[in-house]
């Protein structure tokens, strides 16, 4: 062993030393500061199928393809990242000898191949990842999904990837040149054209450079470690480790995203809060601290990659609204790391605003750290707040950064958890907010309608829809929810209208509760208002369970024509001890088309865009029966059949299915002034008329009001309103192709 060599070995072994000291001490530190969140059991349970489940999404990349481009060359670099430790083991060899190979693998054909394709493929798919981000700055694209992502991490991972893989190829270009490669041309082509170059060089110099090149990859990928140890809150790195937990933990355990319901609200050690038992001066009523979400909300905020994927897809952030869910996040997480200092010495405040750690526990702590703790989770500049006001109230809680996170960050859950607090405790948010509230208390509808007219939508209808506990609804089939905005909503009750003649012409005993219906209390929970919610939702359950006493879940059928209302029924109620079989309006007319009940005749003209309700298509997975009625109603006539989907007449817009853009009334945005920036209705207006369809479709009386809305913000000069867009539920849709 040569000077050189010697040297090298050294250098290498001790920055090793260094990198996992580092690694180590992160490691310890995340533990302890996970630790501090609040207790969340329901994280533990079906272990096999959460393994499973991490493992499909990482390995199958099943999240990050949705964007195919970026995910087949992410899949590329995740793979390299792991199979080239095999020649992170050769390089340490290699310092100290150069002609080093692996014992037995070493010096099979296949190994030299594979390790050739993955460095390769990793090193092409780094530098497709480098242009990617190049093209998508923030200074070049207003609104970059990149926009508030720190820079210099981001580029010195990509370039430690790339650096880490030009060494590679480095060190097997000079054992060629020196003799000493053990592999064919056709196994490893790329390096024997750079091999090539160095031909005649001396053997010695030749080998000096393998020494050199593998100290360089050594100190280039331990350095990192070190450099990723010293910067906790670097997501763009620490995700490589912390992103299998965080899959592994996620809400759901079969893989769906954390859509649908909201999680309840939980007390100290993670179960339903009972409102009737609890104590708002010991149990948590919400998020008022950082500490006070679950350590799987401090994981979430540790493990963000800074990607954007859930800003660029964000309609709050994309009509100039100050949200991105991903500064949102970030935010938490350079508050919570800040604040961990104080927080592992003891520290934090009760319930009451007492401060639980004693001056000795304190005594030690950082200032800085101090400072961070006195301030506010939620405020604005003047008050020095983590979240702005502004942010945390722009969401319209579509779930489309759920949707898009590669790493199952739970962004809505974690907004609803900060707005309990401001609603429940705090009594702070926007002010038209509370007529809604009071409207739902007094009124058990948002509007504040009289109650007794919730039926007077059905007088119009040339037949009688029989009331639950009349003699007529003795065997009813299903049970029409029709929702408030289907009684007291002049667009909503044209809906509630169709859906009736729709069921009727089709043969199927259904009824409704009338005046025993009340609203389920969805903008009341999505806003924060968690009493108020289950106040309403233990009402409906009761009298639900009523309407169907004797029968068992399957014959507990409910026909909604409301996504909120579908989904709060589904999803939600089962937390209150309401089971029933829910279905949304459009699959239920999908099925009666499908075997013939319903048979539409007369084509729809002008074309048709499908408009998806956020909380029928993202939080549900409900796309495709909508998308059956309109293809069966625009084709009537030429033998199109509901199985036909779009195949005639359907236009999609730009954004569709999963990737819908939000109509911005989700969220109790319905009943709040949109006073910054575009408005969200009028950008998804814009979309639908890009597609030259005189209808739009929508499947939710929330999305027809600002749908409508939008249409009349938008409608261009010198067009009336008898030939402009007109916008439909599909059930109107089918009701009109019937030739009714």
Not at 136 to 159: D, H, I, K
Not at 212 to 220: G, S, T
Not at 384 to 392: A, E, T
Not at 689 to 713: H, L
């Amino acid at each position: 062993m040569h000077a050189l060599q010697i040297v090298a070995t050294v250098v290498a072994w001790l920055v090793f030393a260094g990198a996992v000291v580092m690694a180590v001490r992160a490691g310890r530190y995340f533990v302890r500061l996970f630790r501090v969140g609040a207790s969340d059991p329901s994280r533990f349970v079906a272990k096999g199928q959460r393994t499973a489940t991490m493992l499909r999404e990482i390995l199958g990349h099943t999240r990050m393809l949705k964007w195919t481009r970026v995910g087949v060359a992410h899949w590329f670099v995740m793979v390299a990242f792991g199979a080239l430790l095999f020649t992170i083991v050769e390089a340490f060899g290699e310092v100290s000898n150069p002609r080093f190979e692996w014992p037995v693998i070493g010096h099979w054909t296949v190994y030299g191949l594979l390790m050739e394709l993955i460095a390769g493929l990793c090193w092409i798919s780094i530098t497709v990842l480098i242009i990617i981000r190049q093209v998508n700055l923030p200074r070049r694209r207003s609104r970059s999904r990149f926009l508030g992502s720190t820079a210099w991490q981001a580029y010195y991972v990509e370039w430690t990837i790339f650096a880490i893989c030009a060494s590679i190829f480095a060190i097997r270009t000079f054992k060629i040149a020196a003799g000493d490669f053990p592999y064919p041309t056709w196994a490893t082509p790329l390096s024997h054209a750079f091999g090539s170059i160095f031909t005649g060089m001396p053997h010695g110099t030749a080998l000096n450079l393998v020494t050199i090149c593998a100290l360089v990859k050594l100190l280039v990928s331990w350095v990192w470690f070190i450099v990723i140890g010293l910067n906790l809150t670097m997501g763009v790195a620490w995700h490589r480790f912390l992103a299998f937990f965080n899959i592994f933990f996620k809400r759901n355990s079969d893989g769906a995203a954390a859509l649908g319901p909201l999680k309840p609200m939980a007390d100290a050690d993670g179960k339903p809060l009972d409102f009737e038992e609890a104590d708002p001066e010991k149990d948590p009523f919400g998020v008022a601290q950082v500490e006070q979400f679950t350590w799987k909300g401090l994981l979430d905020f540790t493990t963000c990659t800074e990607c954007g994927r859930c800003q660029s897809q964000c309609p709050a952030w994309n009509t100039g609204k100050p949200l991105s869910p991903k500064l949102l996040v970030l935010s938490l997480r350079d508050h919570a790391h800040a604040k961990a200092p104080y927080l592992l010495a003891g520290g934090g405040k009760d319930a009451t605003g007492e401060e639980k750690a004693s001056q000795e526990q304190l005594a030690g702590v950082d200032a800085l750290a101090l400072a961070e703790a006195d301030r506010p989770l939620i405020g604005g500049p003047d008050e020095n707040g983590v979240i702005d006001p502004d942010v945390l109230w722009s969401c319209t809680t579509c779930g489309a950064c759920v949707e898009q996170c590669p790493v199952d960050i739970e962004h809505v859950d974690h907004i609803v958890d900060m707005r309990r607090y401001q609603v429940l405790i705090e009594s702070s948010f926007p002010t038209e907010a509370g007529v809604m509230l009071r409207n739902l208390e007094n009124k058990g509808n948002p509007w504040g309608a009289n109650p007794n007219t919730r039926e007077d939508w059905t007088k119009s209808l040339d037949f009688e829809i029989p009331r639950v506990g009349s003699d007529e609804a003795a065997d009813f089939e299903y049970l029409y929810w029709v929702g408030c905005a289907g009684a007291f909503d002049d667009k909503a009750k044209k809906t509630a209208k169709s859906v009736a003649t729709l069921l009727h012409e089709a043969g199927v005993e259904f009824a409704i509760l009338g005046e025993g219906e009340t609203c389920t209390g969805d903008p009341a929970r999505r806003m924060g208002n968690e009493f108020v919610f289950q106040m309403l939702a233990q009402q409906n359950v009761e009298t639900l369970n009523e309407a169907f006493e004797g029968r068992d879940k399957a014959k507990r059928r409910i026909v909604a024509s409301c996504a909120h209302c579908f989904n709060t029924l589904a999803r939600e109620y089962e937390q209150l001890g309401g089971e029933y079989s829910v279905v949304h309006h459009t699959q239920l007319l999908a099925d009666l088309v499908a075997a013939g009940k319903l048979t539409p005749v007369t084509p729809i003209e002008g074309g048709v865009t499908y408009h998806d309700p956020c909380y029928l298509g993202r939080h549900n997975r409900i796309f495709e029966p909508p998308r059956e009625l309109i293809g069966a109603a625009a084709g009537s006539g030429d033998g199109a059949a509901a199985g036909d989907g779009a195949a005639s007449g359907l236009t999609e817009m730009p954004r569709f299915a999963e990737r819908s853009f939000c109509c911005g009334a989700g969220g109790a945005r319905m009943w709040m002034e949109e006073r910054i920036g575009k408005r969200i209705n009028v950008e998804r207006v814009e979309e639908a008329r890009s597609t030259g369809a005189k209808t739009i479709a929508v499947a939710c009386p929330f999305c027809m009001t600002m749908m409508s809305d939008g249409v009349n913000a938008t409608k261009p000069d010198g067009v009336d309103a008898e030939n402009d867009v007109e916008v439909l539920d599909v059930a109107t849709v089918l009701l009109r192709s019937l030739g009714k």
